[in-house]
């Protein structure tokens, strides 16, 4: 069953749904709904000794008996993301123990206190626009761009239950301005790098120096998060500019691809350091080759991030962070 999607008027009904993630409180709820958070939940826990594996599946049957209704998390006491209830990615936001990224979570809290700007990527709903503005992050601009507009309504559908605090642009990004095909059958895969098909969404597409002076200081440093599924390469080329300024590049290296193609690219073709988590380090280590890729990346359906500057600052950054020293909003380590 494909998830629907509420059209943008309904996204926030009256009675709003809630669950606040600090303290577990679920609030504006029928008791099916209530009974449907605590399988939801349950799903969570017990998938996540295999990665989460089958998780998405059980959501889907969920979703048969579940109401079109959108539901609002409550990441700390200055964010709220909302998505479709029963969403087969965004659900395990409901397991409070559940880490999103915990890896770029850590990096986050930890550049709290630093001046930049986020640039957004691959957006989709906004979780990373929603805290990064949030004021236990730091309270930083963002600009959010996803070139899907189903998933583009409810991103600016969060922009406005977050006091419209931070920019949504509807676009793709590429190696240079044009259009192109948006495919793929998950909201958090939608892609431009299959080409032309007789299915999908026409975009538009920009290159990321395109931002620069319109949209984007090139005086402030910047953190540029890429989750543009398969076309980082094409993102990076188009963005050489803005990698001259005082950024840090994130981008994602999944667990599938044992060749580490991103990470490899970047290594072979640009000036940029790249650095990742290693959880037998806990820490952030300097990768001078892909070799540690291979023990670090252990599930093949998990996404691994990689931190790529030429930046002093933010390499000194990126090397002081101690996991054992930053905490979310509820005091927990996040490591």
């Not at 099916?32 to 089958?54: F, P, Q």
Request: hydrophobic letters at 40%.
């Amino acid at each position: 069953m494909r998830l629907r999607f509420p059209e943008t008027a309904q996204l926030c009904p009256p009675a709003a749904l809630t669950f606040d993630r600090p303290t577990g409180l679920l609030a504006g709820s029928t008791m099916r709904e209530a009974l449907l958070v605590r399988a939801l939940r349950a799903g969570a826990r017990v998938s996540s000794a295999w990665s989460y594996r089958g998780f998405a599946a059980g959501c889907r049957v969920l979703q048969t008996v579940t109401p079109e209704r959108m539901i609002q998390v409550h990441l700390n006491d200055d964010a709220v993301f909302s998505f479709p209830f029963a969403d087969g990615y965004w659900s395990l936001l409901l397991d409070p123990h559940y880490g999103y990224e915990r890896d770029i979570n850590l990096f986050f809290r930890s550049i709290a206190d630093a001046d930049y700007t986020l640039v957004d990527c691959g957006a989709n709903f906004g979780y990373w626009s929603t805290l990064v503005t949030s004021r236990p992050y730091g309270a930083h601009p963002s600009v959010a761009i996803e070139p899907s507009s189903r998933n583009f309504a409810i991103l600016s559908a969060n922009a406005r239950l977050n006091g419209g605090r931070f920019q949504s642009l509807q676009r793709a990004i590429g190696a240079e301005a044009g259009t192109a095909n948006l495919s793929g059958s998950k909201h958090e895969a939608m892609t431009i790098a299959g080409g032309m098909q007789d299915n999908g969404e026409t975009v538009e597409v920009i290159p990321l120096d395109s931002l620069l002076g319109a949209k984007l200081d090139p005086t402030r440093r910047h953190v540029i998060k890429l989750d543009v599924e398969g076309v980082e390469t094409e993102a990076l080329r188009g963005g050489s500019k803005l990698l001259d300024t005082d950024c840090v590049v994130i981008c994602e290296d999944h667990g599938n691809d044992r060749n580490h193609t991103i990470s490899r690219y970047i290594l072979a073709n640009t000036p940029l350091k790249l650095f990742c988590y290693d959880p037998a380090a806990n820490r952030f280590v300097h990768l001078e080759d892909v070799s540690p890729l291979d023990r670090i990346k252990k599930a093949t359906n998990w996404g691994y991030n990689i931190l790529a500057t030429r930046s002093p600052f933010w390499e000194e950054r990126i090397r002081a962070i101690d996991p054992d020293e930053v905490v979310d909003s509820s005091g927990r380590r996040l490591a």
